[in-house]
């Protein structure tokens, strides 16, 4: 007999990341206006860099959009009873002139004990040139979906949203040991709230694709392959995925 439970849950992870991430998307393409905006803003921020102009980092610690160099241009916080999250949204874009290149990035800031008192925000962000407009939309509506269910799921491992069974302790030791190179690149793949993080991430992306979840996970660790992990430890990568798709009922081949 076959458990409905993790299915009926999938789907509605599924339907809060289609709603949000479809929500998202209409802000990024209305967002364009900035480009032809006489001081390069889109509602009341400046999103538009022409070349030369100093881009703050997007990326910068957030403060609910208050003290950041680069103000996010759509803030909610997302209520969802049914399965019970809770957590404020931002999302950040730049469109820079002869860019050349597509950048995307996520955080959710988050407790990692195992119950807080405070709700957690999740940050999308995306740096894309105007001269690729509109072609360029595809992509970030798929790395939109892909980044949203990433970092919904990390919400969920600790904190505010901590789900039964999901909590996993911090790993910043570990993280900062990857990040001053004392440890090599791919243990940030292999990182157990990374595991869950990308797989979840990457099958939901491979179901709007319609895409084999195979396909797209050997696609995104590709990306780093060789400049940030070998083909090797790609390999063992997937070995740590593969290992862990059963736990999380995701029945596919890696």
Request: aromatic content about 12%.
């Amino acid at each position: 007999m076959i458990c409905m439970k993790p299915l009926i849950i999938e789907g509605r992870y599924d339907s809060i990341v289609t709603q949000l991430s479809s929500r998202l998307f209409r802000v990024i393409k209305d967002s364009y206006a900035a480009v032809i905006h006489t001081e390069g803003e889109f509602a009341g921020k400046k999103i538009y860099y022409e070349s030369g102009e100093d881009i703050p980092d997007p990326a910068a610690v957030s403060n609910f959009g208050t003290d950041d160099p680069q103000p996010a241009i759509y803030f909610e916080e997302v209520e969802n009873k049914q399965i019970g999250l809770d957590f404020y949204l931002e999302l950040k874009v730049q469109w820079i002139e002869n860019f050349n290149d597509f950048r995307k990035g996520g955080d959710a800031f988050n407790e990692d004990t195992l119950y807080s008192d405070e709700v957690p925000l999740i940050q999308i962000r995306f740096q894309l040139d105007p001269a690729e407009y509109p072609n360029i939309l595809s992509t970030v509506a798929m790395e939109l979906r892909d980044t949203l269910r990433h970092e919904i799921e990390h919400l969920t491992q600790s904190g505010w949203n901590v789900k039964i069974g999901k909590f996993i302790k911090s790993d910043q030791a570990m993280r900062t040991k990857i990040e001053k190179g004392n440890l090599p690149a791919f243990k940030y793949f292999t990182l157990p709230k990374e595991v869950d993080a990308n797989i979840q991430g990457l099958y939901y992306q491979a179901k709007k694709q319609r895409t084999p979840f195979s396909t797209i996970a050997n696609e995104y660790l590709d990306l780093f392959v060789p400049d940030m992990i070998t083909p090797e430890q790609k390999e063992i990568v997937l070995d740590v995925w593969r290992a862990r798709l059963p736990a999380l009922a995701i029945r596919q081949e890696l």
